[in-house]
């Protein structure tokens, strides 16, 4: 959480910095793309987190059954071969169903 709170702060400082120089028009949208891609990014890495602990409760166990994850994901539903993984965060509804799967928008 606080990764992410320190990413968004970083990139909106780096926004104010940049509509300050010649051209600001094109820069807000540079902007807006850097925050979407950064937001995207920090998604990402908190579903690989969650899969990394899945992934060890698979190994130790011989299934996704009884792991646990750190919010802000939330385990919806694990069983010995398959899991989903959701993720929440202000208007963000984010799932990812694996093994393999990809973070998708929508719940479980």
């Known amino acids: 959480m606080y990764l992410t709170l320190g990413l968004t702060i970083a990139a909106v400082?780096?926004?104010g910095w940049r509509m300050l120089l010649p051209g600001a028009d094109s820069a807000s949208s540079d902007v807006?793309?850097?925050v979407s891609s950064l937001i995207s990014t920090t998604?990402?890495?908190s579903f690989t987190a969650g899969q990394v602990s899945l992934d060890a409760q698979r190994t130790v166990s011989g299934?996704?059954?009884g792991?646990?994850?750190r919010p802000p994901?939330?385990?919806v539903r694990a069983d010995a071969t398959s899991y989903c993984?959701?993720?929440e965060q202000g208007a963000v509804l984010q799932h990812l169903a694996g093994p393999g799967g990809v973070p998708v928008p929508g719940a479980c």
Request: glycine share 10%.
């Open 63 to 65: 299934s996704y059954a």
């Open 13 to 15: 400082a780096f926004g």
């Open 43 to 45: 998604l990402q890495a």
């Open 85 to 87: 993984l959701q993720l």
């Open 67 to 69: 792991a646990v994850v």
């Open 32 to 34: 807006t793309d850097g």
């Open 73 to 75: 994901l939330t385990l």
